[in-house]
């Protein structure tokens, strides 16, 4: 996958006629990173990622990252956010997930506290076992 995400990410730096050295605008540093993520092969992080997306902000991040769709948006409303309205989660909605993710780690923690209850349990009655076998 992340071989597909590196051809992807020549490819806008090929449609925008654009190299790492220009891209990278005499940040050495960052021209040293882009060169070892693009060209050598090192991972590419998601800093790197959100840089290109900031750079160009006509290519569509669902395209980048999933190769789905094409590589530039279309639609005019879209071009200046690379925020997908299909994936927005409204604020109940994520306020609800986070309750329930509480209330799974609550009942997680209870559960593990019992299992502990438990295990203690069994190891008294396995010492009272060996202690009335000898006696």
Do not use: P
Request: charged content about 30%; overall charge negative; glycine content about 4%.
């Amino acid at each position: 996958m992340e071989e597909l995400i590196r051809q992807r990410v020549n490819e806008i730096l090929l449609s925008h006629n654009i190299s790492i050295n220009k891209f990278s605008d005499g940040d050495s540093a960052l021209q040293n990173r882009l060169s070892r993520q693009i060209n050598r092969g090192a991972s590419i992080t998601a800093e790197t990622l959100f840089i290109l997306l900031d750079k160009f902000k006509d290519v569509s991040a669902e395209w980048l990252l999933r190769g789905e769709g094409i590589m530039t948006k279309n639609d005019s409303e879209n071009i200046n956010d690379n925020f997908d309205k299909s994936q927005y989660v409204s604020v109940e909605k994520y306020e609800s997930i986070v309750n329930l993710f509480g209330q799974t780690a609550a009942e997680l923690k209870d559960r593990a506290l019992e299992c502990g209850a438990l295990y203690d349990e069994i190891k008294d009655l396995k010492r009272q076992l060996k202690s009335d076998k000898y006696t």
